[in-house]
């Protein structure tokens, strides 16, 4: 049998044996993995957090000029082509297969995580100076800078894979750099490199989901917050995903992605209604002036003269995670954006679902504010003890808590069904060389270890091996994607030269 044949090559088992062998070594040894973990955790926030801050900046600037420059009206298909999706559809995949499993488990511990620890060491918790720079920098995290990487990828996929025909893998879009079919061995690298943080990334998601799953059946059923339970969680959720990648994209994916943003408007409304709505639209107010007045600040800001975690524990992470995420979030996104032009696909990815955010944390976390400044609550401190449990604690004061909670769990579920399953998709495209039909048993072997990546991780350091997985991984491909846009801006230009030397031959040919 052909070894490439049915998505058996070089790129698929060098990565899936990647990721195996990591299995093993976290479920076998354990403590030798967490140990690994920090170790790698504190080197590479220490050595390389200004490469992550640096490059994310550039990523923001770099969406913003091409939306407006005269590059915005290519399409990312032919010029006939428009958009597959209707704008709800496409905005409610985009989020369910971006980040809204992290926005609904840090939508409300973010903002009273840092209110209870303050970012900056000169302001004292609990206080209201705390919660103002608690709520901006919440909108920070989950803004135009987090959304920016996810464009970038999806962009230049997408440009790559429907305006020049070529396959959807990320080797394939530096081609204006390193040449059509060349250097076989640096594109198999750079293949196996985008596999394995996506891997990771996923990986980081679906761990988040568990934990506050699990935190949530804790605080609603008092089923308790053990290893055992997560792994349950993990075995059902493999199942429900697995099956829902049997029925394709225009099916399974499509309809729980319209099925999640419609459970989250509905819950973020209700929580708006009945919580402190004056409250939530001034937050939400002086929260975006801060952010929009303060971005380059809170962007490039670390530091090195008085020490401290913070900003390597919140903003370099976070960084982090988006990178090792992208290369699925992208692929995906740019799967379902053929037909739109540049412009039209930066604004939408832009600007739209970091928009979602910032209203939803401004309704969760600025009811949970509210709670604790105005009513003597005390969400921040179950917070800070533990993190999974923030959104059913606030939900304890509101009318219909167990509905609510019930409703959230639900989403949860069906978030982490869409993410699964939509990885597994992108990941069978990325190791069966670009096909858009990948076979199912692809499926199923990448389905299997994201789960069981996600279990060795929780049992090796819960969170903090979470975090890991996500910021080392993601360290080459921040190379990868700087490459990415220099590629891009050469083959759109390219493309322009081409496009007006063809006019000013027709013109020659005519005049003569």
């Known amino acids: 049998m052909n070894r490439k044949s049915f998505g058996l090559n070089t790129v698929f088992w060098v990565s899936s044996i990647v990721i195996t062998v990591l299995v093993l070594i976290g479920a076998l ?65 985009l989020f369910s297969a971006g980040f809204g499993i992290g926005l609904v488990f840090w939508g409300v511990a973010e903002p ?26 919440s909108f920070f995290h989950w803004g135009l800078s987090q959304w920016s990487v996810f464009t970038i990828v999806g962009l230049i996929i997408g440009y790559s894979q429907f305006r020049k025909e070529k396959n959807g893998l990320i080797s394939t879009t530096l081609n204006p750099l390193i040449g059509e079919g060349k250097k076989p061995f640096l594109r198999h690298a750079i293949d196996i490199l985008a596999v394995i943080a996506t891997v990771m990334g996923v990986a980081t998601s679906l761990g988040l989901g568990i934990l506050q799953i699990n935190g949530g059946l804790n605080s609603v059923f008092n089923i308790p917050n053990h290893f055992l339970v997560q792994l349950i969680i993990i075995v059902i959720l493999v199942v429900l995903y697995l099956f829902s990648s049997t029925t394709g994209l225009n099916k399974g994916i499509k309809y729980l992605s319209n099925i999640n943003l419609a459970l ?54 976070y960084w982090a995670w988006v990178i090792a995420w992208s290369p699925f979030v992208g692929s995906f996104i740019a799967r379902v954006s053929r037909g739109r032009t540049i412009r039209e696909f930066v604004l939408g990815v832009l600007i739209v679902p970091p928009l979602i955010a910032l209203i939803w944390i401004a309704v969760f976390g600025g009811t949970a504010l509210n709670f604790d400044l105005f009513e003597g609550t005390n969400i921040a401190q179950f917070v800070d003890e533990d993190v999974t449990s923030a959104l059913f604690v606030t939900y304890e004061q509101l009318p219909f808590s167990l509905l609510l909670s019930v409703l959230s769990l639900l989403l949860i579920f069906t978030f982490l069904i869409t993410s699964a399953d939509s990885a597994t998709y992108v990941l069978g495209i990325m190791t069966t060389e670009g096909r858009l039909d990948p076979p199912l048993y ?62 000013q031959n027709t013109k020659t040919d005519g005049s003569s």
């Open 29 to 93: 040894l354990p403590e030798v993995f967490k140990d690994m973990a920090n170790a790698a955790f504190g080197f590479t926030t220490y050595a390389f957090g200004w490469f992550y801050l640096i490059s994310v900046f550039v990523f923001v600037l770099f969406c913003l000029v091409l939306a407006v420059s005269k590059y915005g009206r290519v399409r990312l298909g032919r010029d006939e082509d428009r958009p597959e999706y209707p704008f709800f559809t496409w905005i409610g995949m």
């Open 112 to 137: 009273m995580s840092h209110f209870f620890t303050p970012p900056q060491e000169a302001i004292d918790p609990l206080t209201d100076e705390a919660a103002r720079l608690a709520m901006r920098y």
């Open 264 to 317: 989250a408007l509905l819950l973020m409304v209700f929580v708006f209604v009945v919580g402190p709505s004056v409250f939530i639209l001034d937050s939400f107010t002086l929260g975006l002036g801060g952010y929009i007045q303060r971005f380059v600040e809170m962007s490039l800001r670390l530091t090195p003269y008085h020490g401290g975690t913070w900003v390597q524990d919140w903003t370099i992470f």
């Open 442 to 503: 692809i499926k199923i072997v990448w389905g299997l270890l994201i789960a069981a990546i996600a279990a060795v991780l929780l049992l090796a350091s819960g969170l903090q091996g979470l975090q890991t997985a996500s910021l080392v991984s993601a360290l080459p491909f921040t190379v990868i994607l700087a490459f990415m846009c220099v590629a891009l801006l050469k083959a759109i230009r390219r493309e322009f030269q081409d496009k007006k030397k063809g006019q």
